[in-house]
């Protein structure tokens, strides 16, 4: 029988900030190694060495496993998270590049940024991420694949095909592959919520092509800047952003009418877009003699500060909880890390190796219960011990029920006959340990939620996992 809890019945014992501080895993391009990094202190805790010029990182939705494509020795190094290892290699193609998880983490899809040496041809490994074996491979057209995405039910992936103007989609299920011509240079995507679109940047043509999933057909495309590159969509899916690189601006496109409503300035070489969790900020990192973030209130479409970074800023992360940007400086040794609330960059972490590129939040760390409880109508609990990732894994659905976010939870791998259920690092439930549990967060709309499972009163936990409920 599933279990229903409701949030406002039993506060646990609040923990210090850093409770489920989670850690971040960064290639280094020229260091042939993956920093891994404890958020709670800003430091680098160890190094994982990987093969020749690691690019690209993907993560598994549990974080237990992570997957680094390696781009000159033609290898997918595969990461133990909590072990913090390097536990395999996997051969691939020449020049893996952009790679993505499936939304089930039962397969890795692989693009490269070279051909199979038969003219027209660009392959794309499916990897087994328990196996670490490789499926099948899918031949697309062309010979330079630049990002993948899936839809939200993990049925078709979306990949932009830089080389052949098409965003080709295949058939998570048959393997089909279906193009669809686009503009000059499809270079990055987005998404919306939904899965419903698909927005690509036209890096030669100066446009952004809109896709139906539904009928997977072109249904727009909209003149932006020159060379767009990055795009994001807002978390409310009114609006899209793309990065010019050559007008050094902002094109910000109405999903409605598909047209742009505004043109922002930045700084040199706009790369990447980012939004805060509310959506009211976009953050923009201009690579080029710039070295800085624009910053960008959506309400007005106006840049309400620039906050200078290292030196050629270009991916960025914002954490769950919506409280720091991370950025990689590509041509340094150092991530950024920006405060939202006070816009300003409150650590600099160094020694990350040289050229830091792509970024993934791994398992939290080690959650330190605080001195005092908060007030609660029930008994005050014992403190719980500290809790380190154990040998139990847990998996998490974020679902609604008559609009209500409900947090569907599975685990296996506990011994004990209870487990206790944290939610942000406080004990909402011990419950019989029947590997099932429903939250009812007491909540509707858009919001995230950390969540682990420990044997009760123990320090044998699970990995955390993040629910994300969208709008």
Not at 52 to 63: D, E, G
Not at 287 to 311: E, F, K, L, M, Q
Not at 398 to 421: E, F, H, K, P, Y
């Amino acid at each position: 029988m599933k279990k229903y809890h409701l949030s406002l019945l039993l506060i646990g014992f609040a923990f210090a900030s850093s409770a489920l501080a989670q850690t971040l895993f960064v290639p280094a391009r020229y260091s042939d190694e993956v920093a891994v990094i404890d958020t709670s202190t800003n430091q680098v805790v160890t190094q994982i060495p990987v093969g020749t010029f690691p690019i690209r990182i993907a993560m598994t939705p549990n974080r237990l496993k992570a997957f680094v494509s390696n781009g000159t020795s033609a290898s997918i190094s595969v990461l133990d998270t909590v072990a913090r290892t390097n536990t395999a290699t996997i051969p691939v193609n020449r020049v893996p590049g952009e790679s993505a998880i499936t939304p089930d983490g039962n397969r890795l899809f692989v693009l490269h940024q070279h051909g199979t040496g038969i003219p027209n041809q660009c392959p794309v490994e499916v990897i087994d991420t328990a196996t670490n074996q490789i499926i099948t491979t899918v031949i697309i057209p062309g010979h330079w694949a630049k990002e993948i995405l899936f839809t939200p039910d993990g049925r078709f992936a979306y990949i932009a095909n830089f080389s052949n103007d098409t965003v080709d989609v295949i058939d998570t299920t048959t393997y089909g592959v279906t193009s669809i011509p686009v503009g000059d240079g499809p270079r990055r995507l987005c998404m919306s919520a939904t899965g419903d679109r698909v927005y690509v940047t036209n890096y030669n043509g100066g446009s952004v092509s809109v896709i139906n999933t539904a009928t997977q057909q072109l249904i727009a495309t909209i003149p932006v800047g020159l060379s767009p590159e990055g795009i994001g969509i807002t978390p409310n899916g009114q609006e899209v952003y793309a990065g010019n690189l050559r007008t050094d601006n902002v094109s910000v496109i109405n999903t409605a009418t598909l047209t742009v409503v505004a043109t922002i300035p930045t700084g040199d070489r706009p790369q990447r877009v980012v939004f805060s969790n509310d959506g009211s900020e976009a953050f923009v990192t201009n690579a080029g003699t710039s070295n800085n973030v624009s910053v960008i209130n959506t309400a007005t479409h106006a840049v309400i500060n620039t906050i200078p970074v290292g030196d050629n800023p270009f991916v960025m992360l914002v954490n769950p909880n919506g409280t720091k940007v991370y950025v990689t400086n590509s041509a340094d040794t150092t991530i950024s890390v920006i405060d939202i609330p006070s816009l300003t960059v409150s650590a600099t972490i160094p020694d990350v190796g040289s050229a830091p590129f792509d970024l993934a939040f791994g398992p939290s760390g080690a959650p330190t219960p605080t001195a005092s409880p908060t007030p609660s109508p029930t008994p005050t609990p014992t403190a719980t011990p500290t809790a380190t990732p154990g040998p139990i894994q847990l998996t998490g659905r974020a679902i609604r029920i008559q609009g209500m976010n409900i947090s569907r939870l599975g685990w296996r791998g506990a011994t004990s006959a209870n487990v206790d259920v944290y939610r942000d690092g406080n004990v909402i439930a011990t419950t019989p340990n029947d590997g099932a549990y429903d939250d009812s967060t007491g909540t509707s709309g858009q919001v995230s939620f950390m969540y682990q499972v420990c044997e009760a009163g123990t320090e044998t936990c699970s990995n955390t996992v993040t629910l994300d409920f969208g709008p």
